[in-house]
């Protein structure tokens, strides 16, 4: 088992969807979680922490479900600019404070 | 302004040789990392470094070799080693290890 899966798509939704991608990762033990956003051929940019059960900024929210290991991030009212690759990393503890990057979410909005 | 630079942002390399990219922060980071990812692909750590003068092998070292002899500063060395080398390169660092890293533009290296 990868220890961080993500589905990795494409979701194709219309403007103004709302969009919910999953993770899972396999390591009970860890500690903190972060959704990054990457566009095509560029870096990728973080765009949320979690530490605790989870986040809101404005349209996005990160759930964290330690019980059943995953971590969802929702996108209400889509915008043609969230199209990109959505990456879901873990930082699992006592490994060095190294962080596991999933594959990634990719998500194309359509008008 | 803070922030992590890296350069070149395009590099081409016949093959046997050795090339080394830049990697510089102003962040006042402690740790720093060198990430690889190939199209289609996730990010794979090559190597990471928690503080000046250390550093640790990655999931896929082999072939490559980095130095920190300074905070702000991470060069990778991509070896005539290393059998694979053309991917797209990403510096990343953070104020301490395992909490929000922030990456640099890249160097796409191409092998000729």
């Known amino acids: 088992r990868k220890e961080v899966e993500q589905d990795p798509g494409p979701f194709n939704v219309p403007e103004g969807a709302t969009v919910a991608f999953n993770c899972t990762y396999s390591?009970?033990?860890?500690?903190?979680f972060f959704w990054y956003r990457q566009d095509c051929r560029k870096e990728p940019k973080l765009l949320m922490s979690?530490?605790?059960s989870g986040n809101e900024d404005g349209r996005f929210t990160a759930q964290l479900n330690r019980a059943s290991q995953y971590i969802s991030l929702l996108i209400r009212d889509s915008k043609l600019s969230d199209s990109a690759t959505y990456l879901c990393v873990v930082n699992p503890a006592r490994q060095g404070g190294k962080l596991i990057f999933g594959q990634g979410t990719e998500l194309s909005v359509k008008p | 302004d803070g922030g992590i630079t890296q350069s070149p942002k395009y590099l081409f390399r016949k093959e046997g040789q050795n090339v080394t990219l830049s990697c510089e922060q102003n962040l006042n980071h402690d740790a720093m990392y060198w990430y690889r990812q190939d199209p289609g692909q996730g990010l794979r750590l090559i190597y990471y470094s928690q503080i000046v003068n250390d550093f640790q092998k990655g999931d896929i070292a082999e072939g490559y070799s980095v130095s920190r002899e300074k905070k702000e500063s991470f060069p990778l060395t991509v070896t005539s080693a290393q059998k694979n080398p053309t991917a797209f390169y990403l510096c990343?660092?953070?104020?301490?290890?395992?909490?929000?890293?922030?990456f640099g533009p890249g160097t796409r290296l191409t092998v000729l």
């Open positions: 390591n009970s033990a860890s500690q903190s």
């Open positions: 979690v530490y605790s």
């Open positions: 990343a660092s953070s104020i301490v290890s395992g909490v929000e890293q922030f």
